[in-house]
């Protein structure tokens, strides 16, 4: 096999290869980047199947070129702008060009979130999604997944989908709500921070058990492709609260309980700080019970669990720790 990794050195692209390239050392593993990742974690990892490549899949051209001899393409892209403008003009691109060069015999395996179903709870893949629309993250995410719906119609073997809702874990640091702010605070004994609200339920996927969940879909044959997926979540129905008890358990520290930046500072700090000003249209998302159900059925097809919670903190928390320490020793 042969194949072709979007996104490859982001957390769950890296995740992924290190795990696929342990599983697989006779597959031939493409690592495609913007930049090439010469200075990646991933390429740091020299992984004896992985090259590291040059490719945009927002360029029609370079991405058939890199996926003509192809087996399998995996897409695990994120955007380095969180701009819901920036989002209505890129991923419908990203997506038709992937669609483009992807069929039975060179499927697509797609990292997706769960932004499409809106601030729901319980969600699985039959929760019905937001209308598309181009002018929101979440309507964007809908209308994209409208494009993978229509081609899973035409052709069931040339595409799977995985999603997740918020995920966490090592070296994505403030990329998610329990990076920096949060697990990075309680590993320094700092106190860890919330936007809007620590006391709503908010379900999580640890990083590397999402970006398992891409590669055992990819090797499942026909039971996994043609449809979406909602990957094992180790967090359910658990507070930011209750998450930050948890960590100080697993770290031996105090808890401090968690500072909340309220919702009113938030749109304040909106008009001067480009990521606050966009994430006031998620604020539906945290202030309100957002979890999971739909995990439920992968683990009972695939037979794939979720990593247990005291261990992704552990494991998330060392990460921190050392951090820390290689700052210090700086």
Same mark, same amino acid.
């Given at each position: 096999?042969?194949?072709?990794?979007?996104?490859?050195?982001?957390?769950?692209?890296?995740?992924?290869?290190?795990?696929?390239?342990?599983?697989?050392?006779?597959?031939?593993?493409?690592?495609?980047?913007?930049?090439?990742?010469?200075?990646?974690?991933?390429?740091?990892?020299?992984?004896?199947?992985?090259?590291?490549?040059?490719?945009?899949?927002?360029?029609?051209?370079?991405?058939?070129?890199?996926?003509?001899?192809?087996?399998?393409?995996?897409?695990?892209?994120?955007?380095?702008?969180?701009?819901?403008?920036?989002?209505?003009?890129?991923?419908?691109?990203?997506?038709?060009?992937?669609?483009?060069?992807?069929?039975?015999?060179?499927?697509?395996?797609?990292?997706?979130?769960?932004?499409?179903?809106?601030?729901?709870?319980?969600?699985?893949?039959?929760?019905?999604?937001?209308?598309?629309?181009?002018?929101?993250?979440?309507?964007?995410?809908?209308?994209?997944?409208?494009?993978?719906?229509?081609?899973?119609?035409?052709?069931?073997?040339?595409?799977?989908?995985?999603?997740?809702?918020?995920?966490?874990?090592?070296?994505?640091?403030?990329?998610?709500?329990?990076?920096?702010?949060?697990?990075?605070?309680?590993?320094?004994?700092?106190?860890?921070?919330?936007?809007?609200?620590?006391?709503? !339920?908010? =379900?999580? /996927?640890? $990083?590397?058990?999402?970006? *398992?969940?891409?590669?055992?879909?990819? %090797? @499942?044959?026909?039971?996994?492709?043609?449809?979406?997926?909602?990957?094992?979540?180790?967090?359910?129905?658990?507070? !930011?609260? =209750?998450? /930050?008890? $948890?960590?100080?358990?697993? *770290?031996?520290?105090?808890?401090?309980? %968690? @500072?909340?930046?309220?919702?009113?500072?938030?749109?304040?700090?909106?008009?001067?700080?480009?990521?606050?000003?966009?994430?006031?249209?998620?604020?539906?998302?945290?202030?309100?019970?957002?979890?999971?159900?739909?995990?439920?059925?992968?683990?009972?097809?695939?037979?794939?669990?979720?990593?247990?919670?005291?261990?992704?903190?552990?494991?998330?928390?060392?990460?921190?720790?050392?951090?820390?320490?290689?700052?210090?020793?700086?």
């Amino acid at each position: 096999m042969k194949v072709v990794i979007y996104g490859a050195t982001g957390a769950i692209g890296t995740n992924m290869i290190e795990i696929m390239s342990k599983k697989q050392p006779g597959w031939t593993i493409l690592a495609a980047s913007r930049s090439g990742g010469a200075s990646s974690h991933l390429a740091n990892l020299k992984l004896p199947n992985v090259q590291m490549v040059k490719g945009s899949v927002e360029d029609l051209d370079n991405t058939r070129e890199l996926t003509k001899d192809i087996d399998m393409v995996y897409c695990c892209i994120g955007f380095p702008k969180y701009k819901a403008k920036y989002w209505a003009e890129h991923w419908p691109i990203v997506v038709n060009n992937l669609l483009e060069v992807t069929s039975a015999s060179r499927p697509l395996v797609f990292c997706d979130n769960l932004y499409a179903h809106g601030p729901n709870i319980n969600i699985s893949t039959k929760t019905s999604t937001v209308p598309a629309d181009l002018t929101t993250k979440p309507g964007t995410r809908s209308k994209i997944r409208k494009l993978f719906q229509k081609r899973m119609d035409e052709d069931p073997q040339a595409i799977v989908v995985v999603g997740a809702a918020d995920f966490f874990g090592p070296r994505l640091e403030g990329k998610t709500v329990l990076g920096d702010p949060f697990l990075g605070n309680i590993a320094v004994g700092k106190k860890p921070m919330a936007l809007g609200s620590a006391s709503k !339920l908010h =379900d999580f /996927a640890y $990083a590397r058990d999402f970006s *398992n969940a891409l590669y055992v879909v990819s %090797v @499942s044959g026909e039971k996994g492709f043609g449809r979406f997926w909602v990957c094992p979540h180790s967090v359910h129905g658990k507070s !930011l609260k =209750d998450l /930050a008890v $948890a960590a100080h358990e697993v *770290n031996g520290t105090t808890n401090k309980g %968690v @500072s909340v930046l309220p919702t009113l500072v938030i749109k304040m700090f909106g008009l001067f700080d480009g990521f606050m000003r966009e994430f006031k249209e998620m604020l539906p998302f945290w202030m309100n019970d957002y979890t999971i159900s739909g995990d439920a059925e992968f683990t009972q097809v695939f037979e794939v669990q979720a990593t247990p919670l005291s261990d992704a903190l552990r494991e998330t928390l060392d990460y921190y720790n050392n951090q820390a320490s290689q700052r210090a020793g700086n």
